[in-house]
């Protein structure tokens, strides 16, 4: 078309930068797996340290399936509100000082990444957060005390 068409010329990152990218995700992805084992084994920590109000539960009549909930419950008001803040930290500090280093590192933390590294934090800390609750239940005998009203 000679001088009728201007075509901008395309700004694509080249491969090094994509696997660049790629792998700073993927070591997201992995320290986010971490943190969710951490948390559970400090939540574990935590629910060992609090046997007497556990006790004091079930003596009330709490139900085993309600003390696990309650507990995940609980759970879920620390990790909701850690994980905003720990992203709204990110976004605002930690990328915006990175970003001048890796010119496209503020496009590759798209609100789906976000959404994506929650659900993989949420789900992996609750699964691993119940099976360690039901086990620190079932396995400690002072906790298994039957009282009150059904």
């Known amino acids: 078309?000679?001088?009728?068409?201007?075509?901008?010329?395309?700004?694509?990152?080249d491969d090094d930068a994509v696997y660049l990218y790629n792998t700073i995700i993927m070591v997201t992805i992995f320290i986010t797996i971490v943190s969710a084992i951490n948390f559970?084994?400090?939540y574990r920590y935590i629910l060992s340290s609090r046997k007497q109000s556990l006790m004091v539960y079930r003596i009330c009549g709490m139900s085993f399936a309600r003390v696990v909930l309650?507990?995940?419950?609980?759970?879920?008001v620390l990790t909701v509100p850690a994980y905003v803040i720990g992203?709204?930290?990110f976004e605002h500090?930690?990328?915006?000082?990175?970003?001048?280093y890796y010119d496209y590192m503020s496009n590759s933390y798209s609100s789906y990444v976000y959404m994506v590294?929650?659900?993989i934090y949420f789900i992996l800390s609750l699964l691993i957060l119940l099976f360690m609750i039901i086990y620190a239940l079932k396995t400690d005998k002072e906790l298994?005390?039957?009282?009150?009203a059904r």
């Open 1 to 13: 078309l000679g001088d009728r068409a201007v075509v901008e010329p395309a700004n694509l990152p």
């Open 40 to 42: 559970a084994i400090l």
């Open 70 to 76: 309650l507990y995940l419950g609980e759970c879920v």
């Open 87 to 89: 992203v709204l930290l």
């Open 93 to 100: 500090v930690i990328l915006k000082k990175v970003s001048k």
């Open 117 to 119: 590294l929650f659900s």
């Open 144 to 148: 298994d005390v039957k009282g009150g």
